[in-house]
Every structure is written in structure tokens, then in C-alpha cells.
């Protein structure tokens, strides 16, 4: 598997200067080096992970995101991907959830709010000359993760702000609410 530190690092758990640097800088946090080694632990256990590249981790909340780049995850069959992230979440104590970093934002955001479809995403230009994106979901009962937390997911990854909106609300019960 393919990490932006040196494996021997992670192995060792004593960083070089170098990987040293990306922790201090911010690029890289506590949370990604725990990742990585439960990652690199689970690759001794099922090599056809090793295709795979490590971008990023986030924790929100009690849930842990884990991005992967582009083409590595879809290449690879589901219980594979499922093995992996029941080994992070072991290693780890966080529900988790392994996410691909496709550079198409409509591909991205449909694979985090899956099964559930986008309908359509409207960019909409703010007075202060900033960005907001609008992606209108079919259906909000499909949606597993808070749209809260996948609207931070996204600002994390993309650095784009983000909001939901539904065609078809969740209806709660007076005991949900």
C-alpha cells in the first residue's frame, strides 16, 4: 500500500525528519498515523490491498473517514474493502468508512451518499464572491451518513463548501424526534 510516510516509519513508530515534518506542518495528524498502521497491518494479512493508495484520514464525530485515491478502491471486490475497513475499526474503536477520491465532484459526492442518487448540483455564486454548491439528493431515507458531517467531509477533502437538500424527506416519529 502506498502511504505518504515511509513504511518503516509507521513499522517503527519513530518518525524521520522528514515524516516528522508533515505531522508538525498539520499535513498529516495522530489520527492518519494510527490509520496507516492498522493499514499496513491489515496488508500483511491480504496482499491485494497493496494496489491501494492512502490519502487521508478524518474523524468526525465518533466516525472515521478514510479517503483513498481514485481507482484503487474500485478495482478491488467489496468483501476485500469490507475485510479492511473491519480491520481499522477494530484497530481503531471508530466506525469506519473507506471513501475514493475521484477528481469529479459529481462522482465523489455520489459515492459518499450512496445508494441513495444526486438529482442535481447548482453552483451558486455568493455577494462575497464565494462558492457555495447546492447538490439536491433523491431521497433522504437512503442517506446513511448526516448531511452535516458530509458537508464537513467534503470542505476537508475538496475544500468546497457544500449543502444537501432532498426531494423526498425522512418522516420521524414523535419518539425520533
Not at 3 to 21: H, I, M, Q
Not at 34 to 44: P, Q, T
Not at 125 to 137: A, F, K, M, S, Y
Request: positive net charge; hydrophobic residues 35%; charged residues 30%.
Amino acid at each position: 500500500m502506498e502511504f505518504p510516510v515511509c513504511t518503516f516509519d509507521l513499522r517503527t513508530g519513530v518518525l524521520c525528519s522528514k515524516c516528522e515534518a508533515k505531522l508538525r506542518s498539520g499535513e498529516l495528524t495522530q489520527t492518519d498515523l494510527s490509520v496507516m498502521k492498522a493499514l499496513l497491518e491489515h496488508e500483511k494479512h491480504d496482499h491485494r490491498v497493496s494496489s491501494l493508495s492512502y490519502v487521508r484520514s478524518f474523524r468526525l464525530n465518533n466516525k472515521l473517514f478514510i479517503v483513498l485515491r481514485e481507482g484503487g478502491p474500485s478495482r478491488l471486490p467489496q468483501d476485500v474493502l469490507e475485510k479492511m475497513r473491519e480491520a481499522v475499526s477494530r484497530a481503531t474503536g471508530l466506525e469506519t468508512q473507506l471513501i475514493e477520491e475521484f477528481r469529479d465532484l459529481n462522482r465523489f459526492i455520489q459515492s459518499l451518499i450512496a445508494p441513495a442518487r444526486v438529482v442535481t448540483v447548482n453552483r451558486v455564486w455568493l455577494p462575497d464572491q464565494t462558492e457555495e454548491i447546492r447538490v439536491v439528493v433523491d431521497d433522504e431515507r437512503s442517506v446513511k451518513t448526516p448531511t452535516n458531517l458530509l458537508s464537513e467531509l467534503v470542505r476537508n477533502v475538496k475544500g468546497l463548501s457544500v449543502s444537501f437538500e432532498f426531494m423526498r424527506r425522512k418522516v420521524y416519529s414523535r419518539k425520533e424526534r
